[in-house]
């Protein structure tokens, strides 16, 4: 079965194409083709990059609307210089990245007009992604027909199963009732790197009392105990929580209500301030890509100094929180840019938890590890960096509903 992916994200569109032929693996194989729009390259001009086995190609397009450029991208599959597949009718299926499925959908879910409705429906609660993944849906209707199944996966829907008093906030409960809850999100992430986890300690995943940190540009972390999510750092919008790239993560609300009453601020200034202005950007002043504080920290900037202490206080506050809730740990796993390849985060965090036996190994720590064990054999908690694989897992989500 040839499956096209669609990771549809507000800036860029990653797509990947897998064959699968039986029971897909845990781990990945490689993609027939890959590509990549970067909807912000100039204003007005999309940028598209193709990736086969042969070739590689970059082309710049102009855009008003994105269909014709999602169409010039998905013609790279069967025509241009290096086709992958003879024509479109050799698409068997896609699987689409959903960023909100709110509190109906707990798993992915072949889509019909019906899922549809319910995705536009919740745009209200996800309005840079929901629009932008429908989009990408009704694209590949256009361009392959309707006849192709196509499937929704949820950055939800592994959170949706969370425990009340994990998902319900203490506010007054009508409120709740109207939709304002946790919901969480980097569920596909949190999800695949715990299965993976289970598979390298070659242990039953509902054997493992697991904190799941997915530290990119957004970052969450998951408590996950017998394969399901009992608590994560994300709230009602991928605003909360841990400090972020852009974002300012959990502050005291009453921030907000200070610079409405006293200063004037609209919903879109605050909107656009703990979104887009906060966060490592925000203190320090220099970037939201951890890779320039570290380099401005090492040109002696205090700000950007500030900014990563912030961030690890932060991490190593909420990691704790998490093992609270769980009882004990057993894994520690980093994923995403950051969590990949900071090893300078990792050793800070986990230094915080020495005191419950958990011990890295720092050579393990500094060799660029990837799908593998970093703690020392007598560590009490098992760290893991790994490298995720969301496409993989939208793909294998969206065989998996297609048998049935
Ligand atoms: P996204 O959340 O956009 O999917 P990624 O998971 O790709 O992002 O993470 C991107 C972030 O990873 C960058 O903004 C940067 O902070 C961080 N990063 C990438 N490479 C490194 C590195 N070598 N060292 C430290 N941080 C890195």
Redesign the pocket.
């Known amino acids: 079965m040839k499956i096209l992916v669609l990771n549809a994200?507000s800036s860029s569109q990653k797509s990947c194409l897998y064959e699968i032929t039986d029971q897909p693996p845990h781990q990945p194989p490689q993609p027939l083709w890959e590509a990549q729009i970067d909807w912000t390259y100039q204003p007005g001009v999309a940028e598209i990059k193709v990736e086969t086995h042969q070739s590689q190609q970059i082309k710049t397009l102009p855009f008003q609307e994105r269909l014709p450029v999602i169409e010039t991208l998905l013609s790279t599959l069967w025509s241009g210089d290096s086709p992958v597949i003879s024509s479109a009718a050799e698409v068997d299926a896609v699987g689409h990245r959903v960023v909100h499925g709110g509190q109906h959908y707990h798993d992915s879910v072949r889509i019909t007009p019906e899922v549809t409705a319910e995705i536009d429906r919740l745009s209200v609660l996800a309005p840079v992604h929901n629009p932008v993944n429908l989009e990408g849906i009704r694209a590949i209707e256009t361009i392959l027909g309707e006849q192709v199944p196509q499937v929704a996966v949820f950055d939800t829907a592994f959170h949706a199963q969370m425990p009340d008093q994990a998902a319900i906030y203490p506010i007054p409960y009508e409120l709740s009732q109207q939709g304002i809850r946790r919901y969480g999100f980097h569920g596909t992430s949190h999800r695949y790197c715990a299965e993976r986890t289970a598979e390298i300690l070659e242990q039953p995943l509902s054997s493992l009392r697991i904190v799941t940190c997915?530290?990119?540009?957004?970052?969450s972390l998951a408590a996950i105990r017998n394969g399901r999510s009992v608590a994560t750092t994300m709230g009602f919008t991928p605003l909360d929580g841990l400090m972020?790239?852009t974002r300012a993560g959990s502050i005291d609300p009453s921030i907000l209500i200070y610079l409405i009453r006293e200063a004037g601020y609209s919903a879109d200034k605050l909107d656009q301030i703990l979104n887009q202005a906060s966060g490592?950007l925000g203190v320090s002043g220099v970037?939201?890509?951890?890779?320039?504080?570290?380099k401005a920290i090492a040109e002696g900037n205090p700000r950007a100094r500030l900014a990563k202490a912030i961030y690890m206080h932060d991490l190593k506050a909420f990691i704790g929180a998490m093992v609270a809730v769980l009882g004990g740990l057993e894994a520690l796993v980093f994923?995403?840019?950051?969590?990949?390849?900071?090893p300078q985060?990792r050793a800070e965090a986990c230094e915080a938890f020495g005191y419950m036996g958990l011990k890295l190994d720092l050579d393990q720590n500094n060799a660029r590890p990837r799908d593998q064990v970093i703690s020392t054999e007598d560590s009490t908690v098992k760290v893991l960096v790994v490298h995720?694989q969301e496409d993989w897992a939208i793909a294998r989500d969206c065989w998996q509903v297609l048998q049935g």
Not at 287 to 294: E, H, K, L, P, Y
Not at 335 to 342: H, L, R
């Open positions: 994200g997915h530290l990119g540009n957004g970052g972020m790239g490592l970037s939201n890509d951890m890779r320039q504080i570290d994923t995403a840019g950051v969590g990949e390849n900071a985060v995720t």
